[in-house]
């Protein structure tokens, strides 16, 4: 995964993890074990009324409301990663 996250680096990024989180955020360096974020969205999947999918088309829609500086997340953690501009809108 690491070699595929290289080509997106300066671009905001979604990432789906295993767990309730999800990581919303400028991708900043790659890590053996770990992703870094700036200006990051960390939102926990049961903190709104909307599924996770409305929420990460509404933050492409107004853009990434930050709420850390930096976060690192765990490499094992992330199933998935998709630059928010090629997030579909339905």
Same mark, same amino acid.
């Given at each position: 995964m690491k070699t595929e996250l290289d080509a997106h680096i300066g671009r905001v990024v979604v990432l789906d993890t @295993?767990? /309730?989180? #999800?990581?919303? !955020?400028r991708l900043k360096a790659i890590a053996n074990n770990s992703i870094c974020l700036a200006d990051a969205d960390v939102h926990h999947r049961h903190d709104s009324r909307t599924t996770?999918? $409305?929420?990460?088309? @509404?933050? $492409?829609?107004? !853009? #990434?409301?930050? /709420? $850390?500086?930096? #976060?690192y997340v765990n490499l094992r953690a992330i199933v998935?990663?998709?630059?928010? @501009?090629e997030v579909i809108k339905y």
């Amino acid at each position: 995964m690491k070699t595929e996250l290289d080509a997106h680096i300066g671009r905001v990024v979604v990432l789906d993890t @295993d767990s /309730n989180w #999800v990581y919303i !955020g400028r991708l900043k360096a790659i890590a053996n074990n770990s992703i870094c974020l700036a200006d990051a969205d960390v939102h926990h999947r049961h903190d709104s009324r909307t599924t996770t999918e $409305r929420y990460i088309m @509404d933050t $492409r829609s107004t !853009g #990434v409301h930050a /709420n $850390r500086r930096t #976060v690192y997340v765990n490499l094992r953690a992330i199933v998935s990663f998709s630059p928010l @501009d090629e997030v579909i809108k339905y």
